[in-house]
């Protein structure tokens, strides 16, 4: 009856095998099967069904690559590498909270070069890198009237503070080259043309399709880049790109409905915050900057995704049933009936959460702002209450609320 209802009349996707006999749908479900090899045209032989996976978000499906895949994955980032000059491509990742020499914020005869530099823009000197800036003066957040410029200037000074948690990591980034009222796309593989300066690692995918080399920001001479090609949102992996397959947090994603009031989002945070406190764990709670709360918990890289999603998953549900009429667990919003999700499928490979202390795409600018548990109870807090003019106050008064994921990371425990 599932499939049924997802009929479709032509194959979901590109170059299908050719089966005659096949009835298609909307690839929506996913099923566990167990089969005996992969055929040579791409087929699973002697497949067995074993049942449906409830809850699972079709897009973090991947085929399993043999070993010699994985070889020659190896080799051809071997020979991606060589491409770079040593300073960018043989860089390695430091784990979090190493010191960075590079960490160091953009200097007052710096920005002030950059506030003097014409609309059109021009060679910027920044921490000893040269960063060719163009369109200054095009306004990327019109609610605000914040420009292109702005945006470099923010990123240039929070630098110190948002590097460690970028330092080390592949970035998925969302550009907006029109500002946040035009189009936008998402990009994993770095340009071509990106100077030689700018970090970067290879990361072997399942499929060549999915084998990119990454951004990796690690001065704030590549955080000023970025934002000159309006890559707004910066969103790290989980994990660290020498180790990709070992989450070094998991997630808690509270992702509302278009029914959900901010005080039933609070709620739900308030209720992983006793389940947390209840299991021993430290999670760091965070707004998004635009209507969520998010939660990072530290842990040791010694799981797999697939372990940290099963523990956010049992730990949400948990959750979930004290308050039902608050939850959907449906993965398409638009079945929802306008509820929140618990989103636990964030704990995938490749599925990133925006960073804290970045920017958001949103008319005011507003920026995800890690908060103290306490804050929950505040009745002024707001998810987009910190925007790129007012979290150097909050900085400044509160420090950073959200250091301590960088520290050493925990075990977590075993739930009955």
Avoid: C
């Avoid at 050719?18 to 005996?36: D, K, S, T």
């Avoid at 991606?80 to 390695?92: C, K, M, N």
């Avoid at 800036?133 to 990327?140: E, G, I, M």
């Amino acid at each position: 009856m599932r499939l049924t209802a997802l009929r479709r009349p032509e194959p979901a996707f590109a170059d299908p095998p050719r089966m005659p006999e096949a009835h298609w749908v909307e690839p929506r479900l996913v099923i566990r099967v167990e089969f005996a090899e992969w055929t040579t045209d791409g087929l699973v032989r002697q497949a067995a069904y074993k049942g449906l996976e409830l809850d699972h978000d079709p897009t973090t499906v991947t085929r399993e690559r043999p070993v010699r895949d994985a070889r020659a994955a190896a080799e051809r980032d071997a020979r991606r590498g060589a491409e770079h000059d040593a300073p960018a491509s043989s860089r390695r990742p430091r784990p979090p909270g190493t010191p960075h020499p590079d960490f160091a914020p953009a200097t007052p005869e710096e920005l002030a070069a950059l506030e003097a530099m014409p609309a059109r823009g021009g060679r910027w000197e920044v921490s000893g890198s040269t960063v060719s800036l163009t369109h200054l003066d095009r306004v990327l957040f019109p609610a605000a009237g914040l420009t292109k410029r702005a945006l470099i200037g923010y990123y240039a000074t929070i630098a110190p503070i948002l590097l460690p948690y970028l330092a080390g990591r592949a970035l998925n980034l969302s550009r907006w080259p029109e500002g946040v009222d035009g189009p936008h796309f998402w990009q994993k593989e770095i340009p071509h043309w990106a100077p030689s300066w700018v970090g970067r690692r290879f990361i072997a995918g399942h499929t060549a399709e999915d084998s990119h080399t990454y951004v990796v920001a690690d001065s704030v001479a590549t955080l000023a880049w970025l934002a000159n090609q309006a890559a707004i949102e910066i969103h790290p992996w989980t994990s660290l790109a020498d180790a990709p397959g070992r989450p070094t947090y998991a997630l808690i994603d509270i992702d509302p409905g278009e029914l959900t009031a901010w005080e039933d989002t609070l709620l739900l945070a308030r209720l992983y915050r006793d389940a947390l406190r209840h299991l021993g764990v430290t999670g760091y709670p965070k707004t998004t900057g635009r209507r969520g709360i998010q939660v990072w918990i530290p842990v040791r890289p010694v799981y797999t995704f697939d372990q940290t999603r099963d523990w956010v998953e049992r730990v949400s549900r948990a959750v979930a049933a004290s308050v039902p009429e608050l939850v959907s667990w449906e993965w398409e919003k638009s079945a929802r009936g306008g509820l929140a999700r618990l989103d636990y499928t964030q704990n995938a490979v490749n599925k990133t959460l925006v960073g804290p202390y970045v920017v958001r795409a949103r008319p005011n600018a507003s920026v995800s702002a890690p908060i103290s548990w306490d804050e929950l109870d505040d009745p002024e807090l707001r998810p987009d209450r910190w925007t790129i003019e007012t979290i150097g106050e909050r900085l400044a008064a509160r420090g950073d609320l959200f250091r301590g994921v960088l520290g050493e990371g925990q075990e977590l425990p075993r739930l009955s």
